[in-house]
């Protein structure tokens, strides 16, 4: 099995930064692809920024490019979403999955946290 942690929600005011982290650990071989998701309270769950084993294959929402950027660390099994310049709007409940192909699917997924960006 794999599991996921996230960290690194909270509350940020408008315009202000967070840097999510999300550690797997398990069965975690092969080369994995770590995305970062997020869902809004009524709203579906939207994919919001991929990155591959290396590192070199990324790809981002629209709603979030140039703003968000995703990063791994293989030697410590942690990926991270560094977010900066954060709205109201990506106020979400934020969780990493992992799969074996870049589009997915996502058999395993993380609890998720909290990121509130207030107004």
């Known amino acids: 099995q794999v599991q996921l942690v996230e960290s690194g929600g909270g509350l940020v005011q408008d315009g202000g930064s967070l840097r999510l982290s999300c550690v797997a650990s398990?069965?975690?071989?092969?080369?994995?692809?770590i995305g970062w998701f997020r869902q809004a309270p009524g709203k579906e769950r939207e994919r919001v920024a991929v990155v591959t084993w290396s590192g070199t294959g990324r790809l981002y929402a629209d709603s979030v490019k140039g703003r968000f950027t995703i990063s791994r660390d293989n030697a410590k099994n942690t990926v991270y979403l560094q977010m900066n310049s954060l709205k109201p709007e990506d106020t979400a409940v934020y969780y990493c999955?992992?799969?074996?192909?870049?589009?997915?699917?996502?058999?395993?997924w993380g609890q998720g946290t909290q990121v509130t960006v207030s107004s």
């Open positions: 398990g069965r975690t071989f092969g080369t994995n692809s």
């Open positions: 999955a992992l799969g074996w192909r870049f589009e997915g699917p996502w058999p395993y």
